[in-house]
């Protein structure tokens, strides 16, 4: 499966929060949580394997990265606002950093992901 094909289709609940994942530390890193599943579906020829682990409520939203010639990586889906050059995103980015924003305003920090459970 390409990523232009995921292996899952559904609706779901999500929410944007802060990462505190160590690899985001000292930046504005924004990831998804998966609040609430309402319908889950394997994509027409995808196979369950250990490639991409099935979603799960509570859990970060989980991607598959290419690293080339097949190979490829699993890590929570993540968007640093002031350094992503992602070119489907940078429209979004403006709004991203709103939750910076108001974080700042409000003097505390959005329940933070430390985890991707």
């Known amino acids: 499966m390409s990523e232009k094909n995921p292996p899952f289709t559904g609706v779901c609940i999500m929410q944007f929060e802060r990462s505190t994942l160590p690899e985001h530390r000292g930046s504005r890193t924004v990831v998804l949580r998966i609040v609430k599943i309402l319908s889950l579906h394997l994509s027409a020829g995808a196979a369950l394997d250990d490639r991409l682990p099935l979603p799960e409520e509570g859990c970060l939203l989980q991607t598959r990265f290419s690293r080339g010639r097949g190979a490829y990586c699993v ?6 606002v002031d350094q992503s050059d992602r070119k489907e995103i940078s429209t979004h980015l403006t709004a991203l950093k709103v939750l910076f924003e108001n974080e700042e305003e409000l003097g505390k920090a959005a329940k933070p992901a430390s985890s991707s459970r």
């Open 75 to 80: 890590a929570p889906w993540s968007v640093d």
